[in-house]
């Protein structure tokens, strides 16, 4: 099925581990997919995840014969004086004729915009711009047509924004929340040595282990416990935002407790915030995941553009993180 040409009701923006869960998204409904280079560009450099240049170029193909945009997120920070990965992989997406690159560094921003000015530049969340003189100095320094707007601002704060910066943009929708410091955590990088912000590894596997201590199961990070689970327990991934902390004789999530992001509720809300596009989390899930959260969403988009007053959901809580679901910030509870 080809899209039309016609601009969506809320543009739905899908996480492509890999080349499979780049066709399961497109399969599944999704109008734009976004990715990573195999490497440090990205920040989500995990093994058996990302693309390389060839894979990239199929994917492309595989989304523009069926009317589909591909993104591909260079949103890493080079190490100072060794900017040529970088270099390299924005030079890669153009060639091979990618939709978008999504940047944070300014640099980065400075090199597409001289190199390749036809190459349309996103501002990735990792900016961490959320005021509308900080989005107004990227579009006006380099152009960007689009902000990644991060999980920090209510509903009336993103209507504000977009009223004042006159480009589109994207809000997250379903997945992780996390700290939302995009761009300026460095909590894994304090046990692992290796840098979410210019290594794209936050928790990386060759640095967690689960360990059996009497009827418990430890996840550690870099050999620090972050939690323990009964056994039968299920045991989450160790992230150092997730982990449970003793503080006064307590154990307990004094960052963020694992809960899933999910905004599926407040679709028309969004849409008449201004929103331009839905953003899935998720380029390190499976493409089982890929194409049951893009499908659902999918039905519910669809059918908020037909007017219908009331969308079934599916069952999107049960592949939420921990269970749980949270509108995060739209809806503030500490004001």
């Avoid at 909590?187 to 928790?203: I, Q, R």
């Avoid at 929103?275 to 998720?282: H, M, Q, R, S």
Wanted: net charge neutral.
């Amino acid at each position: 099925m080809t899209k039309s040409s016609a601009a969506p009701y809320l543009e739905l923006v899908c996480p492509a581990g890999t080349p499979a869960a780049l066709r399961a998204a497109i399969d599944a409904g999704a109008d734009t997919v976004y990715c990573g280079f195999r490497d440090c560009t990205n920040a989500r450099n995990y093994p058996g995840l990302n693309f390389d240049v060839e894979e990239l170029a199929e994917g492309v193909a595989y989304a523009h014969e069926r009317g589909r945009k591909v993104l591909v997120a260079i949103n890493t920070f080079p190490i100072a004086g060794e900017p040529e990965p970088w270099h390299r992989a924005i030079d890669n997406a153009a060639a091979v004729g990618v939709d978008a690159v999504i940047l944070a560094d300014i640099g980065l921003l400075d090199y597409a915009t001289r190199r390749h000015p036809d190459l349309r530049r996103h501002l990735s969340v990792q900016a961490a711009a959320s005021n509308p003189l900080s989005i107004a100095f990227y579009r006006d320094t380099f152009g960007i047509k689009r902000v990644v707007l991060p999980r920090i601002l209510e509903l009336a704060e993103v209507a504000a924004i977009i009223e004042q910066i006159g480009i589109e943009t994207e809000v997250f929708c379903f997945g992780s929340v996390g700290t939302m410091s995009e761009g300026r955590c460095f909590l894994s990088s304090y046990l692992t040595g290796l840098s979410p912000s210019s290594e794209g590894v936050c928790a990386p596997a060759s640095h967690v282990a689960y360990k059996e201590e009497g009827d418990c199961i430890h996840s550690c990070l870099g050999g620090v416990t972050l939690n323990k689970f009964a056994k039968g327990e299920p045991a989450a991934y160790p992230t150092p935002c997730k982990g449970r902390y003793v503080a006064k004789g307590k154990a307990s999530y004094l960052f963020e407790e694992p809960v899933g992001w999910n905004v599926i509720d407040i679709l028309p809300q969004l849409k008449a915030a201004g929103v331009t596009a839905l953003k899935i989390e998720g380029r390190q899930r499976s493409r089982a995941y890929v194409a049951e959260v893009v499908g659902t969403f999918r039905k519910a988009i669809d059918a908020h553009a037909a007017g219908a007053a009331e969308v079934d959901t599916g069952s999107l809580h049960k592949i939420a993180e921990g269970g749980k679901q949270t509108l995060g910030a739209y809806k503030k509870g500490w004001r």
